[in-house]
């Protein structure tokens, strides 16, 4: 990677500047936080530091982590937790593989320009995915707590 050459990949994240309530706070912190430090590591050094940095397969899965902790905080009741832990890994379908995507590049990046450019476009994907993730697990931690306000996971009509 010619010095300085990783690009500014933030800037066009939807989410990332949205206005902040208690669920998009959680949401930014479990997806962006990792991304950005990761970013941050990465730097404008050598190709190898910024494919350490940025390994797909780590950012998954400390990603994965926050956002299931996210999902189910203050949820007490196990089925519950399962329930809410099992959409947190759903919503994170695409930017799974959008990850398995960036390491899959990541060896042709060490080559030559055109193997890196493809891992910096891999690189843009994942941040776009994010983005979308952060979106739906907002959502998500919305509901769940619209449910906890409710006093019940299901609503019942007037009868």
């Not at 990332?16 to 997806?31: F, K, N, P, S, W």
């Not at 990850?99 to 493809?118: C, K």
């Not at 910096?120 to 941040?127: G, M």
């Amino acid at each position: 990677m010619p010095e300085g050459q990783l690009p500014e990949l933030a800037r066009s994240l939807r989410a990332l500047g949205t206005q902040r309530d208690v669920a998009a706070d959680a949401a930014h912190g479990a997806i962006f936080t990792p991304l950005l430090e990761a970013r941050a590591r990465a730097g404008t050094g050598s190709v190898d530091r910024a494919l350490a940095a940025l390994k797909g397969a780590s950012l998954s899965s400390r990603i994965e982590t926050l956002v299931i902790a996210a999902a189910v905080e203050g949820v007490v009741d196990p089925a519950r937790v399962r329930a809410l832990t099992a959409q947190a890994i759903e919503l994170l379908d695409s930017l799974k593989k959008a990850f398995v995507d960036l390491d899959e590049r990541a060896e042709a990046a060490r080559t030559d320009s055109t193997g890196w450019d493809a891992w910096v476009d891999a690189l843009r994907h994942v941040y776009a995915e994010s983005d979308g993730a952060c979106s739906a697990l907002v959502a998500l931690i919305a509901s769940r707590d619209a449910t906890r306000r409710s006093g019940s996971w299901f609503s019942r009509g007037s009868a």
